[in-house]
């Protein structure tokens, strides 16, 4: 996105780990977690669908050992809080389908090594893939998509912390956050939208103040300075008791603009969850964002998207394009030809994997991923700013 001198409100959202969605995103992260840990070989691509005391499991999955897809569902919606039937959602007592088959012989034969044309492993699929990062925040990432995933995550963890004392809270909840912009920089909240699932007895009172607290722990009190309780939005329906997957139904992969960043960056298309490393929709999108990271860390320009593009079953990626929106000391053209050469950042779907050792998660799950966002977050090996100095020397 375009970081404009000028005056403008940018507003970006996120949803709790119980918006049906999520639920499903989980589910399907929870399921390449288990495939991994028994077969780091594995070939996921799992899909979810959640309704009303039901769940359906697809897709395409190939793992030398026997997962229990159903027992791994059932504790992600147990972890998650649906655990009574007055939800209309209960991990013990809904239904559950599973559907899933090996993964496509004709896939397969692009995407592993030993059989590619070029002897590399190519691409899992043809597609393009975004990876952005600006200086909003100290994880650099867009301001109004960061505190969007806080307030959210906050949330949750309250009501998994104290459950007595939040009983009211209930498992899905959105929250919307608008910010006013000038000279570039988020400079004040304009909005707040949180919208929370609750129980009957529940006041706005107790949500509105709850959330108060939250935002005023998590904002920074500049950007909180002419803030009026008018600026909340606390259910505006007002009433919000049915919810999750018994409000609305979810399926794997429809928040990617949640996942990613929040409309301030752009976005290829391809949802995250539920897929293995050697879907580029994936591990591509988390080596753009590795790269556009550093280049903002080291100082290069204040904002920063990469755009990589591929063919199915081969390696090298047909195009990768960098993109600083005038901010940047060096022109675009010279850090394009810096990634393509592939010596500090190498975009092979391989090389990717094994950069960001993504068939052995080390300190963080891909569950982890399908809640609050795919970027942002340290204990994300994409998250890491080891290339720095690389890149200053490179560019020296």
């Keep these: 996105m375009l970081r404009s001198e000028q005056s403008f409100i940018f507003t970006s959202e996120s949803v709790s780990e119980g918006h049906p ?3 499903c995103d989980q589910v399907s992260d929870a399921i390449l977690d288990a495939c991994l840990a028994a077969d780091p070989e594995s070939r996921v691509a799992c899909e979810v669908l959640a309704t ?28 998650i809080g649906y655990n009574s039937r007055e939800l209309g959602f209960a991990a013990d007592t809904l239904r559950l389908d599973c559907r899933i088959k090996e993964q496509s012989a004709d896939i397969a034969q692009g995407v592993n090594a030993d059989t590619s044309q070029s002897g ?56 919307q956050v608008a910010l006013l912009y000038e000279q570039g920089r988020p400079s004040r909240l304009c909005s707040l939208l949180v919208s929370h699932q609750h129980d009957a007895q529940m006041r706005e009172e107790q949500l509105r103040a709850l959330v108060d607290q939250v935002v005023h722990e998590l904002l920074p009190a500049e950007l909180l300075q002419g803030v009026s309780a008018d600026d909340y939005l606390i259910n505006p329906t007002g009433r919000f008791v049915i919810g999750g997957p018994q409000g609305d139904t979810g399926l794997t992969g429809r928040k990617i603009i949640v996942d990613s960043y929040g409309g301030m960056g752009r976005h290829g298309g391809g949802a995250f969850s ?26 290069l320009a204040r904002s920063c998207e990469i755009q990589v593009a591929y063919a199915i079953g081969v390696a090298r990626p047909v195009s990768i394009n960098v993109n600083t929106f005038g901010s940047g000391k060096y022109e675009d053209a010279r850090l394009s030809e810096l990634l393509r050469q592939g010596k500090i950042f190498d975009f092979r779907p391989a090389q990717i994997i094994e950069a960001l050792e993504l068939k ?22 994409w998250e890491k700013t080891d ?10």
């Design 21 to 23: 969605d999520k639920v």
């Design 274 to 299: 539920g897929k293995d490393p050697s879907k580029v929709d994936r591990s591509a999108s988390y080596m753009a964002r590795y790269a556009a990271k550093n280049i903002v860390a080291a100082g």
């Design 52 to 79: 009303t005391d039901y769940m359906l499991l697809a897709g395409e999955i190939s793992c030398r050992e026997k997962i229990d897809y159903e027992k791994v569902a059932r504790q992600v919606v147990r972890d």
């Design 387 to 396: 290339k720095i100095e690389f890149l200053k020397a490179a560019l020296a």
């Design 120 to 175: 590399e492993q190519g691409a899992g699929d043809q597609g393009m893939m975004f990876g952005f990062a600006c200086s909003d925040t100290e994880c650099l990432m867009p301001a109004p998509l960061h505190y969007a995933h806080r307030i959210m995550q906050r949330l949750a963890q309250l009501r998994h912390q104290e459950p007595e004392k939040y009983a009211f809270l209930k498992p899905d909840a959105k929250a």
């Design 360 to 381: 052995k998660p080390q300190g963080w799950s891909y569950r982890e991923t399908a809640n609050y966002g795919h970027f942002g977050r340290e204990q994300f090996p």
